[in-house]
């Protein structure tokens, strides 16, 4: 059974920094490849950050570029989300997601989502 677990969110001022967990369990989390969304109220989810299975690649959404960084630690099958001079347009559920495929098919599966708030 696939799981994500999503941890760390929390409220925070302007300037501030977040960590964010995924936990994973019940796929080959080192060959898959670790998406970060957010979703603010009233907008569509949108990607924040990607990172390949290795980590050897890295993108972000122009809006968090130099600012956020994902990364992974395959042997504890999780990924990370560090967030730094967070903004008030920072504030949203964030998600993780993992692809994964299965006899030629893909699968998204989503974590419930942990709340960041960026506020003074």
């Known amino acids: 059974q696939v799981q994500l677990v999503e941890s760390g969110g929390g409220s925070v001022q302007p300037g501030g920094s977040l960590r964010l967990s995924c936990a994973t369990s019940?796929?080959?989390?080192?060959?898959?490849?670790m998406s970060w969304y957010r979703q603010a109220p009233g907008k569509e989810r949108e990607l924040v950050a990607h990172?390949?299975?290795?980590?050897?690649?890295?993108n972000y959404a122009d809006s968090v570029k130099g600012r956020f960084t994902i990364s992974r630690d395959n042997a504890k099958n999780s990924v990370y989300l560090q967030m730094n001079s967070l903004k008030p347009e920072d504030t949203a559920v964030y998600y993780c997601?993992?692809?994964?495929?299965?006899?030629?098919?893909?699968?998204?599966?989503w974590g419930q989502g942990t709340q960041v708030t960026v506020s003074s």
């Open positions: 997601k993992a692809v994964i495929t299965s006899y030629g098919l893909s699968y998204d599966y």
């Open positions: 019940g796929f080959t989390f080192s060959r898959t490849a």
């Open positions: 990172i390949t299975s290795a980590g050897s690649r890295r």
